[in-house]
């Protein structure tokens, strides 16, 4: 395999992705609809939990929100057996709450009893955002100190971590382009993901450091299309398995777990591309770069000396 010497293309292909992503965001933006569509735990707003039971329609449901709050876009999901729903919107006034009440009653013969409501503030909402973003730096910095020290070598570390970044701004592209609601399942999603692909990426980062005594230390290119080529077919099976079981829990799911496993899906690709494509031309990059710099710099005494 030529892994190295197409590096170029590889890499090519992250930035459409990545920048696809960046677009969706701005384009989504300049609708008026936001960068990104939230959850009421990441933006603050109503939650309304029906227990309708009985059999309903989600459209059903939804075009009475939308009628009696004036929202164009709100979040509604069955839940439990499929007799109760959740609703999520912006936040409601108790007139306008009042009025959602009246008109899913009136529709479904429903009871006080029969609502829960939860108001959460964009205080805790932000308080969600900060706790996510570093939950996300705190596992990177302690994959990319593992990494170090298992290899004995920081541009290995360095690596991982770069193709990390490059699944988590994927992951997130995808909930920005498919609208996937950012919920409390968001950190969860893209820590699964991470973890994954470190996975994937410290297979094949071992095999290069034991095929260092065979193919020489300094042998980038050799070391990273051996190595690949030796762990693509583990990776790809492993792959594969993760992914068919993602895509059972998908189909068959309700609408809440549809969320949560969608971008793990989408992490599962992009990590097993990164492992392959772009983890292994990272380190090839790093490597090669350090050792010519470590040339020069020894060069320049010998010709001193001269």
């Known amino acids: 395999m030529r892994?190295?010497?197409?590096?170029?293309?590889?890499?090519?292909?992250?930035?459409?992705?990545?920048?696809?992503?960046?677009?969706?965001?701005?384009?989504?933006?300049?609708?008026?609809?936001?960068?990104?569509?939230?959850?009421?735990?990441?933006?603050?707003?109503?939650?309304?939990?029906?227990?309708?039971?009985?059999?309903?329609?989600?459209?059903?449901?939804?075009?009475?929100?939308?009628?009696?709050?004036?929202e164009n876009n709100p979040q509604v999901q069955k839940v439990g057996d499929g007799h109760s729903v959740t609703i999520k919107t912006k936040s409601l006034s108790t007139e306008v709450r009042s009025k959602l009440q009246t008109a899913l009653s009136e529709k479904y013969d429903l009871k006080p009893e029969n609502f829960s409501i939860?108001?959460?503030?964009?205080?805790?909402?932000?308080e969600m955002v900060r706790t996510s973003i570093l939950s996300v730096v705190v596992a990177c910095v302690f994959m990319l100190i593992y990494v170090s020290i298992r290899f004995k070598d920081f541009s290995m570390g360095a690596s991982a971590i770069l193709a990390l970044c490059h699944d988590a701004l994927i992951v997130v592209g995808s909930y920005a382009v498919l609208r996937i609601p950012l919920s409390n399942s968001f950190i969860a999603a893209i820590?699964?993901?991470?973890?994954?692909?470190?996975?994937?990426?410290?297979?094949i980062f071992d095999r290069i450091r034991e095929n260092r005594t065979k193919l020489g230390r300094n042998?980038?290119?050799?070391?990273?299309?051996?190595?690949?080529?030796?762990?693509?077919?583990?990776?790809?099976?492993?792959?594969?398995?993760?992914?068919?079981?993602?895509?059972?829990?998908?189909?068959?799911?309700?609408?809440?777990?549809?969320?949560?496993?969608l971008p793990i899906a989408i992490g599962i690709i992009c990590g097993t591309y990164s492992s392959i494509f772009i983890s292994g031309n990272i380190w090839y990059i790093i490597s090669n770069a350090t050792s010519k710099k470590k040339a020069a710099a020894n060069a320049k005494p010998a010709k001193a000396k001269k």
């Open 3 to 70: 892994i190295v010497e197409k590096r170029v293309i590889y890499i090519a292909i992250s930035v459409v992705l990545i920048l696809a992503g960046i677009i969706g965001m701005i384009v989504n933006a300049g609708m008026g609809n936001g960068a990104f569509s939230t959850d009421v735990e990441f933006s603050g707003g109503t939650s309304i939990e029906v227990s309708i039971g009985k059999e309903f329609e989600n459209n059903d449901i939804t075009n009475i929100v939308k009628e009696a709050t004036g």
């Open 118 to 126: 939860q108001d959460v503030s964009a205080t805790i909402s932000s």
């Open 191 to 203: 820590l699964t993901v991470l973890g994954y692909s470190i996975n994937a990426t410290i297979v």
């Open 219 to 261: 042998n980038y290119s050799a070391l990273v299309d051996t190595s690949v080529k030796q762990t693509m077919t583990r990776s790809l099976f492993t792959s594969l398995t993760t992914f068919f079981t993602v895509l059972c829990l998908y189909i068959f799911g309700v609408q809440s777990v549809r969320e949560f496993v």
